[in-house]
């Protein structure tokens, strides 16, 4: 008698079984991860402004001088559905840089904003985030309002 070769429907339905847990669980995983990063990717766009901000305020620049032409920056990009440029106020700490995300739906909508303090550092805040935002989409030197 022959022996038979191949796998029993059990076996396969095992198979099926355990595909289906691992993807229940990376699935969310991933799609945190993808959220995290386009955060990531939107501050990091509008992070290279701040050298030709700054240095527009050194120069005592005036207001009509804070474009995005001037800080070399887009006034879209695929992460940063629109991107601000804001002119520093005197004597008062102000949003300098905006950028609001597009993307996966749980960032669609937030808006990171670049603050520069009279004293010349900058901050970072995360507003207006929408439903589903996790404090795990912060890029670690950004705070939420």
């Given at each position: 008698?022959k022996?038979?070769?191949?796998f029993?429907l059990i076996e396969?339905?095992?198979?099926?079984?355990?595909i289906g847990?691992?993807?229940?669980?990376?699935?969310?995983?991933?799609?945190?991860?993808?959220?995290?990063?386009q955060v990531?990717?939107?501050l990091?766009?509008?992070?290279?402004?701040?050298?030709?901000?700054?240095?527009?305020v050194n120069?005592?620049?005036?207001?009509?001088?804070?474009?995005?032409?001037?800080m070399?920056?887009?006034?879209?990009?695929?992460?940063c559905g629109?991107?601000?440029?804001?002119?520093p106020?005197?004597?008062?700490?102000?949003?300098?840089?905006?950028c609001?995300?597009?993307g996966?739906p749980?960032?669609n909508?937030?808006v990171?904003?670049?603050g520069?303090?009279?004293?010349?550092?900058?901050?970072?805040n995360?507003?207006?985030?929408?439903?589903g935002?996790?404090a795990?989409?912060l890029?670690?030197?950004?705070?939420?309002?």
């Amino acid at each position: 008698m022959k022996a038979q070769k191949g796998f029993t429907l059990i076996e396969l339905m095992i198979v099926v079984a355990i595909i289906g847990i691992l993807a229940a669980i990376a699935i969310p995983a991933y799609q945190d991860y993808v959220a995290k990063s386009q955060v990531t990717s939107g501050l990091a766009e509008i992070t290279g402004a701040k050298t030709a901000y700054e240095t527009a305020v050194n120069e005592g620049q005036a207001t009509g001088y804070y474009t995005n032409a001037n800080m070399g920056l887009a006034g879209s990009t695929n992460r940063c559905g629109t991107i601000a440029v804001n002119a520093p106020t005197a004597g008062a700490s102000a949003t300098a840089l905006t950028c609001t995300l597009t993307g996966n739906p749980v960032v669609n909508g937030a808006v990171i904003q670049l603050g520069r303090t009279t004293a010349g550092a900058w901050t970072c805040n995360i507003a207006s985030r929408p439903t589903g935002w996790k404090a795990s989409f912060l890029p670690s030197a950004c705070t939420a309002s």
